[in-house]
């Protein structure tokens, strides 16, 4: 079965250093991840995925992230945080595999991220 | 390009009352359909899917149901709310017709529906 982890529930960064999200998975086939972001009172947002191929992933709003298969990890990270990065982020994997196509999303428990000024 | 849109955005209901949640998507045809539920600012809760009109799955036993009458339209609904069905619904969207092709399908999500149930 798939899971996600979250490793940290709250983050706090300085406006202008550099974020760090972490996320590790467990899959037993070759997992198709992603990174959602979520402003107060808001839908989530696709910032990024993860679908096999290139495993430096590079996202909206200057996030990337990298796929480590020997980690199974698939943390976010961002060079310079901004005040508007100040959101919920959540690391999902895809529940489907080989012909599968129900679109069932697993999802972290989600960490908060605040970037002071 | 495709939109989604869900409403109404929030709404406050007693305890017994009925629910209606509407969804609808713009620019694509057969989308495959969800409804996600997110209780306490954590993770989302699939609730239901649908690959096509008339087709609904359920992920979880509850006090709600879901319709598709129309190839873009998803309904939310429940003949009498509970104070446990309170929370943030969220409608969401991905392509379909790629069985036996890659999987990851990107999901789209809408702005989604603050209910309160009291």
């Known amino acids: 079965a798939q899971s996600v982890t979250q490793l940290d529930s709250h983050v706090s960064v300085s406006e202008g250093t550099p974020v760090l999200l972490r996320c590790n998975y467990s899959s037993s086939y070759s997992p198709s991840l992603f990174w959602y972001v979520q402003h107060p009172n808001k839908g989530l947002q696709l910032l990024l995925k993860y679908t096999s191929a290139a495993t430096l992933v590079k996202g909206i709003n200057g996030f990337e992230a990298e796929f480590k298969k020997s980690e199974t990890s698939f943390h976010l990270t961002k060079p310079s945080a901004h005040m508007s990065d100040a959101a919920e982020y959540f690391c999902v994997v895809s529940a489907d595999y080989g012909s599968s196509n129900t679109g069932k999303l697993i999802f972290g428990q989600g960490t908060t991220l605040q970037v002071k000024p | 390009s495709q939109t989604i849109h869900q409403w109404p955005a929030t709404l406050v209901q007693p305890v017994g009352s009925p629910l209606s949640l509407e969804c609808t998507v713009e620019?694509?045809?057969?989308?495959?359909l969800y409804w996600y539920r997110q209780a306490a600012g954590r993770g989302l809760q699939l609730l239901f899917y649908s690959v096509g009109i008339g087709q609904i799955s359920s992920e979880v036993p509850q006090n709600l149901s879901a319709s598709r009458p129309q190839d873009r339209q998803f309904i939310l609904s429940s003949k009498k709310l509970l104070l446990s069905d309170s929370g943030f619904y969220l409608c969401a969207w991905s392509r379909s017709g790629l069985r036996g092709t890659s999987t990851g399908n990107t999901i789209y999500f809408g702005e989604g529906s603050w209910l309160t149930v009291v």
């Open positions: 620019g694509t045809s057969n989308p495959n």
